[in-house]
């Protein structure tokens, strides 16, 4: 009979074991370049020992499931919340019942809980525990070049077709435009975020803190990805930020739009950070800017500044246990703010 418990020290060498058994040896070795981060230079993280719920039988390491403290905060009230990142299960242990325990341990020790873009044996697992429905987290692109309309699915000629006859749209949307406000890249984040923060956390109705520490971690000092960072500046006072990164995909060049942050309701500020982003991947020839919004407003801003809806099939969920949430929290997201750069999405 397996038991769970909190991450221990001499637990390492398992779970390192674990992760490589399911996930391959790059894989581990990835995650072994990333693990001091992740886990211990979370700012959130308050014991110092990685926020990792382990199965043990004996000495041996069975499943584990790693999570990602963060502050959540639900219309300005904050309570300790971490993301579920990587629930793993040893094969010969598997259908026994040890996935749930794991995530019910964790769920009883977290004042939230939530899950972005699980596996289907992972959404199977929540929907088992009643989790609240999940959510699809929409994702917009904004076409830069006739190569954006290319789909993995069709063949070449159908893709050269459709590049050809999207050219004259493309051609329209992507056009450069000036810039209204300051605009200064970021290379790191100070306080003055964190103020941002505060003025603007009671306006969602849920989003994970979003401070200058946070900030730091998340972006600017992981190993392993490299992001850059352009601040909203009017008169000298911070209004807003994004952050993205520039990569190579099987049908060419994207910069993904990772997170943004601005008043909702600020649409000229929310313009000057789209344009940035624009003539930032146009100078590094992406053929397409992607990004992840749940909220409605941002959602508004990114279609009016070029962005269309394309099919997504990331999914948030999210329980909260720490205070009662208003009738209709879980169905009513449009004030949510959800984005690629949340969980450990992107890595
Ligand atoms: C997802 C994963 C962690 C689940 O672990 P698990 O210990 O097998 O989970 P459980 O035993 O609680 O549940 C799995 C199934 O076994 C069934 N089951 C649980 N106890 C059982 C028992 N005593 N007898 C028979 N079936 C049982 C459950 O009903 C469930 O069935 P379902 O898939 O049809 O809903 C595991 O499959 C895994 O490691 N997968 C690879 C990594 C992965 O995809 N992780 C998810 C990331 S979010």
């Known amino acids: 009979m397996s038991e769970i418990d909190r991450f221990r020290p001499d637990d390492r060498r398992g779970v390192d074991t674990l992760y490589r058994r399911t996930h391959g040896a790059d894989a581990a070795n990835a995650l072994r370049l990333r693990w001091d981060w992740q886990h211990r230079r979370n700012p959130y993280n308050q014991t110092g020992q990685p926020e990792i719920w382990v199965a043990r039988e004996g000495p041996t390491v069975v499943g584990h499931y790693s999570t990602l403290p963060v502050r959540v905060s639900i219309k300005g009230i904050e309570v300790e919340g971490a993301w579920g990142s990587d629930a793993m299960v040893a094969p010969e242990r598997r259908r ?131 992001y850059s960072v352009v601040a909203l500046k009017r008169q000298g006072e911070i209004h807003g930020y994004a952050v993205y990164r520039h990569r190579h995909e099987p049908l060419g060049r994207v910069t993904l739009l990772v997170d943004f942050l601005a008043d909702p309701d600020d649409v000229a500020g929310m313009k000057t950070l789209l344009r940035w982003v624009d003539r930032a991947a146009r100078a590094e020839d992406s053929d397409k800017v992607r990004a992840y919004a749940m909220n409605g407003p941002f959602r508004r801003a990114l279609r009016r500044n070029g962005y269309f809806a394309v099919k997504s099939t990331l999914e948030v969920s999210v329980k909260v246990n720490a205070v009662q949430v208003p009738k209709g929290f879980y169905d009513e997201t449009a004030k949510w703010h959800v984005t690629y750069g949340d969980s450990d999405q992107d890595h």
């Open 96 to 226: 026994q019942g040890i996935g749930e325990a794991l995530v019910r341990t964790w769920d009883r020790n977290s004042g939230a809980v939530l899950a972005l873009g699980a596996t289907t044996d992972g959404r199977k697992l929540l929907d088992r525990l009643h989790w609240p429905d999940a959510h699809i987290v929409p994702c917009l692109v904004k076409p830069l070049t006739r190569r954006a309309v290319r789909l993995p699915q069709w063949p070449g000629p159908i893709n050269r077709l459709v590049s050809a006859l999207a050219w004259p749209v493309v051609h329209v949307v992507s056009r450069s435009r000036p810039l209204r406000a300051e605009c200064e890249p970021v290379r790191r984040f100070d306080s003055s975020f964190t103020a941002l923060w505060e003025r603007l956390a009671p306006k969602f109705d849920l989003a994970v803190r979003r401070d200058a520490s946070y900030l730091n971690w998340r972006y600017i000092e992981p190993p392993h990805v490299r």
